[in-house]
């Protein structure tokens, strides 16, 4: 009984692990100079799918950086979501937003984005190990 518990669990934690997704968001922060207690917060919304019902984040959707890392660069945002791997059309492309804040409470916002949007993706494209492309814009 302890080795079927283990063999599920096992198998659990390798589709959880595979079924991670890489946005590869490039970054163009147009904002005054980040001071030392500041982090880019990105919060994923969801992911659109052309001509159907919005896709839930199921992991990830709350990440924040170091300004020190990234002033202006790629972010790597990791997350999850129930996106079937059968389509080739382009379909898929992942609404998010990008603030830089304190990272000190209270949180306050210094420069908020607007909405922003990956690229649109095909299951191949999002499931793809080097990740997809999304435009974050800070004004």
Known sequence: MKKLALLIFSL????????????NINLND????????????VHLYQVDVAGGTPVAISSGADQTFSTTNYPNGVLQVYF??????DVYEKIYRVKFKIQRRLNVPPYT?????DPDY??????????????????????
Not at 12 to 23: E, H, I, K, N, P
Not at 80 to 85: D, L, M, Q
Not at 121 to 131: E, L, T
């Open 80 to 85: 999850s979501a129930g996106i079937p791997n």
């Open 118 to 139: 990956s690229e649109w993706c095909n299951s191949d494209m999002f499931y793809s190990g080097s990740g997809f492309i999304g435009y974050g814009t800070l004004n």
């Open 30 to 41: 147009q904002g005054p100079t980040p001071g030392s207690n500041e982090i880019y917060y």
């Open 12 to 23: 659990m934690f390798c589709v959880t692990f595979s079924s991670a997704q890489l946005m």
């Open 109 to 113: 916002v210094i420069v908020r984005g």
